[in-house]
């Protein structure tokens, strides 16, 4: 008690130099826990919205992921009602299911054969009650951005595009663009002919009127037996996608419908079972258990278990670039503080080598005195520390309440600006404990310094 009493006494000697070193603390703290709460922020997001929309893992067959995209009659799953039972009633998985359901992806032309105009989409066949259920997952607490699929309780002929997809069909009653407007018919004058069965697919569609009030579209897929096959669709809405490339082919369907439409009247298959947990820490015992059900029952398969890190290489490529960023950022603060706490112990000594001598000469160990210094320092880090640490939360909770936004690159719409600093408690301590650690490191040469003194050189400074 006596060295802390005498360490708080001597800061406070030189409350000018004291008080420029604490806000120089502060003010790197504030900068870590902000930035670093910005980062967890944005790497909480983007993993809340990979795992809404793939889940924490998916079964697929081998080979699927990096070359199947484009053939799913290659990589179907035919027995997938019997896998996705054996998965929900395992004694083991059942705590940590939230949600199992099936999802077919699958290539095709759009068309609005009205205005004579088409696109190639990438459709997703899915059951849209368990998508909805997925979106609810927020497990991290964030902002999320997921809004129910209408396709819930409507008819099996009902999709939901991107608004680029929309836009190109001319659906502007979908749109709210005052620029959109219908376009009309191709006909040789615009360079090319219609294809026979596009134009046959026109001539219906000229016969046969829409009903008021839906925007029917044409699809146009091949079977699993390479045949075209043709479905009539009726666009209920149109969703902004956040990025542009991914809303220009978006397509949203009823899984039993791309099911029509890829297998006909053939066994229905699925390219993918996705199965999202209650907690992302659960990963590792999830995927041991379904790798063991998959060897024991549908080893002929020939199933792979992927996580939502590989199936989206975003996260983890954003996750380093933030990473590296919040590293170099703390490092060169760090260095910062490291500099300017080192300066002022070291001016300390010098102002106090007789101060230093004296004490020597009573007695006082050389250990004694680098525990003098290091307790100044330290009184001076808890000081910073919980000086930062209460700016900062106050900082965050401004921004917050900003209603501050931006649009990252390659995104169509804007995100708000937030920063998880209260929420994110190994951030606090980690940058705490951080800022506590400079603050003993500066201070040790210093003190080991003024502990090296020679009592008789100390004392003629008197």
């Not at 996705?84 to 099936?102: H, S």
């Amino acid at each position: 008690m006596n060295t802390v009493s005498l360490a708080l006494r001597n800061l406070l000697r030189n409350r000018r130099r004291s008080l420029t070193t604490l806000l120089a603390m502060m003010v790197g703290l504030v900068a870590i826990l902000l930035f670093g709460g910005y980062r967890s922020n944005i790497i909480y997001g983007t993993q809340t919205g990979f795992v809404q929309q793939t889940g924490h893992l998916q079964v697929q067959r081998r080979g699927y992921f990096l070359d199947g995209g484009d053939n799913p009659t290659a990589y179907g799953i035919a027995n997938y009602p019997q896998l996705i039972e054996r998965i929900r009633q395992d004694p083991e998985l059942a705590p940590m299911l939230a949600v199992v359901t099936p999802t077919l992806q699958l290539g095709g032309i759009a068309g609005n054969f009205a205005a004579g105009v088409s696109r190639s989409v990438m459709a997703i066949g899915l059951i849209p009650e368990d998508r909805n259920r997925m979106y609810q997952w927020n497990d991290l607490g964030v902002v999320s951005y997921a809004k129910p699929l209408p396709l819930a309780g409507a008819a099996e002929d009902t999709v939901i595009v991107g608004t680029g997809v929309a836009r190109r069909l001319n659906l502007c009653a979908l749109l709210d663009a005052p620029d959109c407007r219908p376009g009309r018919a191709h006909t040789a004058s615009d360079g090319a002919a219609l294809p026979d069965d596009i134009a046959a697919l026109t001539a219906v569609e000229k016969a046969s009127p829409q009903p008021a009030g839906e925007n029917r579209i044409e699809m146009l897929a091949a079977t699993a037996r390479g045949a075209p096959n043709v479905a009539s669709l009726n666009v209920i809405k149109a969703n902004n996608m956040g990025i542009k490339a991914l809303d220009d082919v978006y397509m949203v369907m009823h899984l039993a419908q791309a099911q029509r439409l890829i297998f006909g009247t053939a066994t229905p298959q699925v390219t993918a079972i996705l199965v999202q947990l209650h907690h992302t820490w659960q990963i590792p015992a999830a995927r041991a258990r379904l790798n063991a059900l998959l060897a024991e029952h549908f080893k002929e398969a020939d199933l792979e278990i992927l996580d939502f890190e590989t199936l989206n290489p975003m996260y983890r490529q954003t996750n380093e670039f933030m990473g590296s960023m919040f590293s170099f950022i703390a490092l060169l603060i760090g260095v910062i503080v490291l500099f300017t706490i080192g300066n002022t112990m070291s001016t300390a000594v010098v102002e106090r080598t007789a101060e230093i001598g004296t004490l020597r000469a009573m007695g006082l160990r050389r250990a004694g005195i680098r525990r003098l210094f290091v307790c100044e320092a330290l009184l001076l880090g808890l000081a910073g520390s919980a000086l930062g640490v209460l700016c900062a939360l106050i900082i965050a909770y401004a921004i917050n309440h900003s209603g501050w936004s931006w649009t990252p690159p390659g995104y169509s719409y804007a995100y708000l600006i937030l920063v998880r600093v209260g929420q994110d408690l190994p951030l606090l301590v980690g940058s705490v404990l951080g800022m506590l650690g400079v603050t003993l490191l500066s201070a040790w040469w210093p003190a080991r310094r003024a502990a090296k003194l020679v009592i008789v050189d100390a004392l003629r400074h008197a």
